[in-house]
């Protein structure tokens, strides 16, 4: 199956696209989860996917970063196929996944988090300027350096694993429902620092059950059903053009859905 193209906007490809997602295929054992999904991102895009629980929006991310393999279909990164490739040697050229649920490291220091983070790109000249620049998003990570990632709140949990991250200087940075289980104000802090990162140019693949939000700042969005593709094209076509209700619907996982 191609890339749907329910809209003129969807045709905006560059030839060069940062990742290209062709026709893939994803299995849990004999149970296919994902169906032929095609989608791809422009260098400095900000694009949102978004769908209720169990579309397979964590499933694709996983599989873009080699966590799973998948059954068919190609993933083109940086214009290198890298299909099947482990996710250590995809975030060594430039690949960076903040997963659903934080995962940090508890026991281990914030500044041990952060150093894990740039594992495989970790340039001693340029660390101490990489933490400089962290620092001057999340000021709470200056403070709790040398604390215990387990001691921090959620919503400094959340800053962390996206500082973790940020700091290998990802050319795509993916996220997984970042906002999931914050409170309201925490939600607004993190909708703010992802439109930070985009106005720093940083090119961000966006997985959010928060559709009205993550369709407000995506330049693209989209809409996964069913591992499927349902709709793919511009935020503002796409609220007026579907139900976006039943996205809402499946909104609920932490009550701060919409
Ligand atoms: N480890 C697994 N083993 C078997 N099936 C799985 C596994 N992980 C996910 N699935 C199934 O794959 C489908 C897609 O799951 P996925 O986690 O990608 O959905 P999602 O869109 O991220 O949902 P959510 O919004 O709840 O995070 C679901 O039907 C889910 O039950
Ligand atoms: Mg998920």
């Known amino acids: 199956m191609s890339e749907v193209k329910m809209n003129t906007k969807e045709t905006q490809k560059d030839p ?85 649920g934080r995962e940090i490291f508890p026991t281990l220091t914030v500044g041990e988090n952060l150093r894990i983070g740039a594992y495989g790109r970790y340039k001693p000249k340029t660390f101490a300027a990489d933490l400089e620049d962290i620092f001057e998003l999340f000021p709470i990570l200056k403070e709790r350096y040398d604390q215990a990632g387990g001691l921090l709140s959620g919503g400094e949990q959340q800053m962390l694993a996206i500082a973790r991250g940020l700091i290998s200087r990802p050319d795509l940075l993916m996220m997984d429902e970042p906002s999931l289980g914050l409170s309201p104000t925490r939600v607004d802090q993190i909708f703010e620092l992802i439109l930070a990162l985009k106005g720093r140019g940083i090119t961000i693949l966006l997985v959010e059950q928060n559709a009205k939000r993550a369709l407000e700042i995506a330049d693209r969005a989209y809409l996964f059903s069913n591992g499927r593709v349902e709709y793919a094209g511009c935020p503002k076509d796409m609220e007026s053009s579907i139900d976006i209700a039943a996205v809402y619907l499946g909104a609920n996982k932490g009550g701060n859905g919409v």
Do not use: W
Request: hydrophobic share 40%; aromatic share 4%; with cysteine.
């Open 16 to 100: 060069n696209p940062i990742l290209e997602v062709n026709d893939l295929y994803v299995s849990y054992g004999a149970v296919e989860v994902i169906h032929g999904i095609s989608l791809h991102v422009n260098k400095g895009e900000l694009v949102s996917i978004c769908g209720v629980n169990g579309a397979g929006k964590s499933t694709i991310l996983k599989s873009i970063a080699g966590v799973l393999k998948p059954k068919s279909g190609t993933i083109r990164f940086k214009q290198k196929d890298v299909t099947g490739r482990k996710p250590e040697q995809l975030h060594k050229i430039g690949m960076a996944l903040v997963p659903e």
